[in-house]
């Protein structure tokens, strides 16, 4: 799917507003400071699978080249499919899970100043869950482009019949379905925060849509 696809559906799921929580003077889960932080952890985990496309087009673009070579060219290339390979890891992910779980069931250090673990246990788990749920919702969704999954334990790529940007693959059925899903997300994340920013941020996230269409017509034909 598209990345901001990915980050609505992780807002949309994972994301929670401090108001329906319940107060603390103690620094616990809960507070409004805490949950702003899970919260973040939650659009970071969302992105960290597509962190490497962005690096990669960034340097790529800088050396001046043309966004069909990196696409075609350079996306495949040995060392960013093995740098896509590691940042879109499920085991890797389901790992960081398990450290989260088991980090926030220790809450022996609850002196002043200590760290708090039960709020690092549980930004580690919702940032690794995040993280699931692109790479579960990307694996279908990519014919001859998609990663190495199940780093480090095998080199296999699964290949859909189905892409979310060729059209050659089915894109034209999948894409109304992507917008749709997108626009459920909104109107999710709309009712639950009444931050304007939030709001706005997610409404204009919808016309990046149109965007992101016309930008891989015209590079990728």
């Not at 879109?88 to 389901?94: A, C």
Request: include cysteine.
């Amino acid at each position: 799917m598209n990345t901001q696809t990915h980050l609505l559906l992780a807002a949309g799921l994972l994301c929670r507003s401090s108001k329906t929580e319940p107060k603390s003077s103690t620094g616990a889960v809960g507070t409004n400071s805490s949950v702003k932080r899970v919260n973040l952890a939650v659009l970071i985990g969302a992105l960290l699978p597509d962190i490497s496309l962005f690096i990669m087009w960034g340097q790529a673009k800088a050396r001046g080249i043309e966004d069909a070579v990196i696409w075609q060219d350079l996306y495949f290339s040995e060392f960013w499919q093995e740098i896509g390979a590691i940042t879109n890891s499920i085991p890797l992910y389901f790992s960081i899970a398990v450290a989260g779980f088991l980090l926030g069931g220790r809450i022996w250090l609850k002196q002043s100043g200590a760290v708090n673990t039960k709020l690092w246990g549980q930004i580690l788990v919702f940032l690794s869950i995040a993280a699931l749920v692109h790479c579960m919702t990307d694996l279908p969704l990519h014919v001859d482009d998609g990663h190495a999954h199940f780093w480090p334990f095998s080199n296999w790529i699964f290949e859909s019949p189905v892409s979310y940007w060729d059209s050659k693959h089915y894109a034209y059925y999948w894409q109304p379905l992507e917008i749709l899903l997108a626009l459920v997300c909104v109107v999710t994340i709309y009712r639950r925060f009444s931050s304007v920013w939030v709001r706005v941020v997610a409404i204009a996230s919808l016309l990046s849509y149109g965007i992101l269409i016309a930008f891989w017509t015209y590079t990728m034909g």
